[in-house]
């Protein structure tokens, strides 16, 4: 086996860990989160079922792995022109961009736990794109790859955990 391919299933194996450890995270605090959902939404005079709000915290969770590795292989440089585009062209724009910035900026300290984790995710999915476009695959296969390798390790740490619990 040469380094090119041992390094590769180094980085993928990296990514499915990765997915994987976030899968189990989720079904460790997602039954508090549960109760305490339906706890607010009593509060607010909602009628929510314990399951309903289980399941939909679940197929949340899905859609961010998702969210996050559709947003990597589509188009980076666009999602950065994007967020970070034309927001100096003007003294007006420019302040509301500081203040948008540091709005978010003061988000993500308040957050932390919860951004390092989104950003754990991103870097992952990131070196696993890196290491399959290196390989030479197309982007629709980087896509299609990523995503069963990032799904499937989320679904099966969720399995393990629910499996040992």
């Known amino acids: 086996m040469s380094w090119s391919t041992k390094s590769s299933f180094l980085s993928l194996s990296v990514v499915f860990c990765t997915y994987c450890l976030f ?8 039954s508090s989160l549960t109760r305490s959902l339906i706890q607010q939404g009593k509060t607010w005079g909602w009628l929510l ?13 899905g859609v961010l792995v998702l969210t996050i590795t559709a947003s990597l292989v589509a188009a980076p440089v666009a999602l950065i022109t994007i967020v970070f585009g034309s ?17 978010t900026v003061v988000l993500m300290v308040c957050w932390l736990e919860y951004f390092i984790r989104l950003l754990l995710l991103l870097c992952a999915a990131t070196l696993g794109k890196l290491e399959l476009q290196d390989k030479g695959y197309p982007q629709w296969k980087v896509l299609f790859i990523l995503m069963i390798i990032c799904l499937g390790s989320f679904g099966l740490g969720l399995a393990v955990f629910h499996g040992y619990t």
């Open 23 to 30: 899968g189990w995270n989720v079904g460790r605090s997602v």
């Open 49 to 61: 079922e314990s399951d309903t709000v289980f399941l939909m915290l679940h197929i949340l969770a």
């Open 87 to 103: 927001g100096f062209k003007s003294d007006n724009r420019a302040m509301v961009s500081v203040l948008w910035w540091t709005f």
